[in-house]
């Protein structure tokens, strides 16, 4: 009777050792600029976004949200965002993103720099800036903006803005590319464009998203060139004419695993009407929420690897 027992405990084992089971993968939402995630505006799209997925969704803030936003490197933020998802014990087993505007940078700053960190599986990037914006962002009226305009005068690439003025970070003015390789402090390390300094591992952890969905907003007047938020840009030294994200050279050299990803069917190129980050309901429904959902998952099929020495990792 005991061995019968222990037998049929042998087999039950197997089977679920082979049953798939339903996951449920919690995701990240980052703000842009100028926004924090005590907003209404944030805190109901990152809700939406949980009730229609029905996975656990959380606002990651990065020091004191709307300042912060303005005028924190990028390097810092993306510091920030690395120690505090490392720090949420319900992103251990890996975790989804999802971006908004000026936050893409900060999320790509978690896929490729955060040392330790726990694995993304897709990411799905709202009006990003990937490519860069080719001039300084119009901020508008108030008293940050009346900071932020002060800022910019001694120029975009000097060390003081750079250091306190996160767009300048991603701001890359085709006729100044020498000056942006050299003095811009957070985009060109991103997408490995400086020569002789791309960096393998950047490029191997990008290429490990299960999926890319990059969204465009067709009325975007925030994002210029519009087809930054697909990785396309102008050429060097030149406004025009506007390459496709295919024609870049950041593509074709395949320097952060962009052309990879996309070889092998897993970047989804978006558009979807609107102004910059104002997304319907039924658009996120339809192109947001599909990688939020539970996503199956096995013992026998699922490997995690440690993101410094790619060795597999035990359950």
């Known amino acids: 009777m005991g061995k019968e027992r222990s037998e049929l405990a042998v087999v039950a084992l197997v089977f679920l050792a082979l049953v798939q089971v339903s996951v449920s993968v919690p995701f990240i939402v980052l703000h842009g600029i100028a ?36 005028f924190m490197p990028l ?18 087993q890996g975790y ?3 971006g908004r505007s000026q936050g893409n940078l900060v ?37 940050l903006c009346e900071i932020a ?22 701001v890359k003015i085709p006729n100044e590319i020498k000056n942006y390789l050299e003095k811009s402090k ?9 020569p002789n300094q791309r960096n393998s591992t950047y490029k191997d952890r990008f290429a490990s998203l299960h999926n890319l969905v ?28 506007l390459l496709p994200a295919q024609q870049t050279k950041l593509y074709t050299e395949d320097w952060i695993g962009l052309k990879t990803l996309d070889d092998a ?33 096995s013992h026998s099929q699922v490997k995690r690897f440690n993101r410094k020495t790619k060795e597999t990792l035990r359950p």
Not at 109 to 128: H, K, M, Q, R, T
């Open 35 to 70: 926004a924090s995630c005590s907003t209404a505006q944030e805190a109901n799209f990152t809700q939406l976004l949980a009730n229609l997925s029905g996975s656990p969704g959380y606002c990651l803030e990065i020091g004191n949200g709307k300042r912060d936003s303005w």
């Open 75 to 92: 390097a810092k933020q993306a510091e920030i965002a690395c120690e505090k998802v490392k720090q949420m014990k319900e992103l251990r």
């Open 96 to 98: 989804n993103i999802v």
């Open 107 to 143: 999320a790509r700053g978690l896929i490729e720099f955060c040392d330790g960190g726990p694995p993304v599986f897709n990411y799905i990037s709202l009006a990003g800036p990937h490519a860069g914006i080719s001039s300084v962002p119009l901020c508008g009226n108030g008293s």
């Open 149 to 170: 305009d002060k800022l910019i005068k001694p120029g975009i690439y000097s060390d003081f803005v750079q250091d306190h003025f996160a767009p300048s970070g991603y």
């Open 186 to 194: 957070y985009l060109p390390k991103l997408n490995n464009e400086i």
């Open 214 to 241: 990059l969204v465009k907003f067709l009325d975007d007047k925030v994002i210029v060139p519009q087809d930054s938020s697909w990785f396309g840009f102008y050429p060097d030294g030149a406004l025009k004419p």
């Open 265 to 297: 069917g897993k970047v989804k190129f978006v558009s979807v009407k609107g102004k910059h980050i104002i997304m319907a309901n039924l658009d996120a429904a339809k192109y947001v929420v599909p990688y939020l959902q539970n996503q199956p998952s």
